[in-house]
């Protein structure tokens, strides 16, 4: 009946609804001495806050977060890190005709199901608002990772059945574009899509990657806490993620040995406790063997469903158990896909800050 | 550092190598009085035993796994499971050759990088045969869940680039033929493409399905433990696993709402606590909406990689930096995904043991 | 580095120091359908606030708290509690003179020594001004627990050497005097030698006992998270304890087995399981046997140190190694001890509402 | 229902009953490189072994332990270390007179009204027996600390009334006598003590003291998993404590401030941060200061009831709730707190393994 924390070095325990008067978090674990500010994690929650484009929801939430607790004269002491979100737009709607009603593809149902109580107002707590916390927490991670040269960034690839030409993959591109997208060619196309979609009154999925640069080789626990096992609980737990690939992904499944495993020479380097480094060839295993980073980049790519929020009629039940049928009008996004994107980077950050806690050294001081 | 224990309250922690004196398990939080026998793990060990048929390794373990304590009078008492699997083939190779080599898609490298010391003999712990101690653990997870009612069943689905044809689909196909296949009309395929891989030196993907009938509605615990969240790690931690789907999976990314949202029709019937039960008209979501279970069966498909142990060439380093090459010869699984089958049910009975614990109606005594 | 959570299902993380904006945490856990408004919280922790009477700190804060999630139309809905506590009598002190010092006694030292930055504004987190989430996340528990009949007392049985009259125990006194103490005789005692220790400027030391009732038998998780164990970390986590005894405590190093052993006669009753339940003659034990309730009054006593913030003066080193003197003036607590019993109230709760949702019974549904 | 696993980093996890085939454990976390053989472990086993002297019990058992895994060439290798020790004594007695009955004092009752099953067979689980374990584990956490200059010691202070003259302490002493004592001076009174009880068919209690020198100063993680919450746990955790101390204890409750609070002086010396050590002139803390280690030497104190396997018939019920009289023959140790002086220090040694780990310094690597 927990289930709200994340993390076992690098934890953090979230709380807060749709509807409710705010969002918070207890970020545990951040060593001391990182400089951290609320303006350093105020830009990721503002790339993933609604109304930022006309493709997504319009609801209007400021997103302001506050640091409550566990930094003084500007870093972390390495005491727990309160942060704060009020909810601003709570605007008081109608839920009368679907408070009883069990949204299609939603948590309604389970929650139903599990608890026999449920805050109707806009999912509750299964609402995607609860994300913008992992984002603001994500920031925290980010600012230790960032002491290790650790770099992580998100992409959208694709939108339903349109996808990006890798070929002119651009990080650069991410920041200009209303899809986080790094590829300037197909916005237009993704635009098309959206406007029809929009139009229909339907939904769309979506496709991202994530990638992190600059992780040192060994992180992760075998057996169980490995890196690609965490990542992969990581990404699952973002709502409406349905899939989780790392580097090959489910393509490994039709390939051959002689094609999958990448070939090392050397690098002619060597790390902190002077073992050599390898090059690698290529990288199909996206950064990860035997659950273990290999200081490549680590790629991972999710699928996010299209959200069930559509102005299509579809039946389903109440809670009483008569048939009914419902349809979703309101301020939601079509692709939520889209801003899941920073909300993907966030989660792989909380677990790469993690892993590094995790790995430190021991030197017997 | 740690990383070898699973699950919160039904909980296992493993230990063994490859070439060590044995494996062991101890399982945590199995409540007393469920009907438990060696024999009744012994079964699903045999099912992933090396050597059963010419497709898989020759290597032979006899695998008799021992109960330890836990168990009293033929049922279990509450306190701890211990599991224990003697090595018996640990024959005397020499691995002067590989000693110092790392081989490319294994987990050498990046183990030499994080330990600095490293049992090379058999992939020591990161080889697969940890996975024997997931399959007994999993076994005594099989014997609570089927007290609720829950079955779980996996197949092979495909080997490479061949897949079955669903509509052959028959659950009582899988015993029948070395594939854990229910497509009795690919056998021959798959046989033929394993003769080709045989001949070539080489390895070959495979894709399967776990699938868990009978769960009730409500399993999983937001919002970081959700039941997806939870099975997408589970099948990760799996050597080998590259990709994890719940439903739909990755195709979701492509899919438009008003086709993903499966719709819900009164069942006429209720739960014990007598909340009315939803039919539903179709199951994209896999069984899973919002991390809580729906009461359908449960979906999990996953991509297992071609093993990198190959008898073709391949380019390396050594532990000292030097460049190398590397051949594998000896007792390797052509395509470790078909052993994987009863590997992936084991871990999700686990998961789905634990979920069931946590979830446990609290009636205030 | 993490370490600001307690409990496993049920499960309380904190935040806050003393001198920053708010406190604040995250209950996790606590089953859905159970009634709880401000208010339940509000009356514990205006029995810890500060200020209530001449014998404790003058400092001034409302310790108003707000329930920010977790919470509808007035019962819980299973998702996480947000709670928080603005701190609104950060009076602007000048710190300069202490800033550098560490004063004995006080945690100031290790503090400096593991995080290397230190908020030395009251304490920051060191300071007891924490407790007051454990007293609010506690007030959760209790509620809870009240639907299963437990109920958690809390008195002082001793400041200093003087100790009250355990035949004049009378529960009903602890609310009717500042020292929250049973024995209305030893009233006049204690706030003589609170003055007298006043005047000296010195501070004291003080006992106290927490009693649960009505607690099934059964509680405890064998070997490790015994339920004496758990009970032992919890007030042993509070500041200023030195010392936790269950039942005859310390004392029964010196007793005989015939003297120790509590006898039982049947009670005539059964519990809901259909099993017998045994009346005990006597409760040496202090209700836990072998780490498990035995349905007997549980019963834990403590030790709370003399806080070090005295005006006598005392030898110290400041943070860059030279040897210093410090004289505590301000608003604190000559006895600690005294407003320590609402928290071990709160904690006891705590361990008692995780250890109960533990101990669900599985019914295979 | 589960809580046989101890620790965060360094995590043990153990299985055995008193009268089965074999106890065991997984010990995860240990750093690699290590070195450590059977003979490290078994040297500590031995102290704990029963029959070693004509005060504790006769049953003989030679607690060979084996390791199974983690171990490569004498060094640890990073992964789960297992141990077994096989159980040899396993007489076949007659349980059936006992096996109905609840022995008073003893877990019987409460382990029969939680898991309605019950290995009656020596006290099976809740037996002493265990602990082997608890030793065997503790045993892999001393050869880690021993890198970082870390020395733990035990040693009897009390039997029943009778106490050590604390002028007379002489650690070389403890390894002299049967009653690992420290003083010479002791050792008849307590075995003409010993001699009296057995010749009464009673038992007695039992203090003891562990004492760990050369910690560093800051281990601990506040505010919950503070150093001496933790250790408090650990050694409540063992079977027949009732009572923990750390420093004075339970006397600070009686103290003064002025007393109380240790003064430091600079040492001269600074750490591995470059930061300061203090000189303290007194350890009333037993230090621990704000739950984090100070440098100091730890103390911790408990008290071990006496067992309740008496020749004095004394009343219960069995397990129809019919009235019965239990009178305990066999071979039990009259003082149980005499072999708890090696189980106390294993745990205090696995409590400083574990917040020695999380400790680790992050260097942004």
């Not at 929009?198 to 060994?218: F, K, M, Q």
Request: glycine share 14%; hydrophobic share 40%; proline share 5%.
């Amino acid at each position: 009946m927990s289930g709200s924390g994340f993390g076992t070095l690098f934890r953090v325990s979230t709380f807060g609804e749709s509807h409710g008067p705010a969002l918070g978090a207890v970020v545990e674990g951040c060593p001391s001495g990182v400089s951290l500010t609320e303006a350093d994690l105020q830009s990721d929650l503002d790339r993933r806050r609604p109304g930022q484009s006309r493709f997504t929801t319009q609801r209007r939430e400021a997103d302001q977060v506050r640091i409550l607790s566990g930094v003084f004269e500007g870093v972390t002491t390495g005491t727990p890190i309160g942060l704060l979100i009020e909810n601003t737009d709570q605007r008081s709607r109608d839920y009368s005709k679907i408070k009883d009603l069990f949204r299609p593809g939603h948590a309604d149902y389970p929650y139903w199901k599990k608890y026999g109580v449920r805050d109707y107002r806009g999912g509750g707590r299964a609402s995607a608002r609860e994300t913008a916390m992992r984002v603001a927490a994500g920031g925290v991670a980010r600012k230790l990772l960032s002491q290790s040269g650790v770099m992580i960034r998100g992409a959208l690839t694709g939108i339903g059945p349109e996808f990006i030409d890798r070929d002119q993959w651009d990080w650069a591109q991410v920041a200009e574009n209303p899809f986080f997208t790094p590829d300037a060619g197909a916005v237009a196309r993704f635009a098309a899509l959206m406007e029809e979609i929009g139009t229909a009154g339907d939904s769309i999925g979506a496709t991202l990657e994530v990638v992190a640069s600059g992780v040192p080789a060994g992180l992760g626990e075998p057996i169980f806490d490995r890196l690609d096992a965490d990542l992969a609980k990581a990404m699952m737990s973002i709502n409406a993620v349905k899939g989780v690939e790392i580097g090959d992904g489910m393509a490994s499944g039709t390939m051959r040995g002689s094609a999958m495993a990448d070939e090392m020479i050397p690098a002619g380097t060597q790390d902190a406790a002077g073992r050599a480094d390898a090059e690698f060839l290529s990288n199909h295993a996206g950064g990860v063997l035997g659950g273990l980073s290999t200081g490549q980049e680590i790629l991972v790519r999710m699928a996010v469903k299209p959200t069930s929020s559509i102005r299509i009629p579809r039946r389903t039940i109440d809670r009483h158990g008569a048939p009914a049928e419902v349809v979703t009008h309101g301020r939601h996004d079509p692709c939520v896909g889209i801003r899941a994107v920073p909300i993907a980077e966030g989660m792989m950050a909380l677990v790469l800050a993690d892993h590094l806690l995790m790995q430190r050294r021991f030197d017997g001081r």
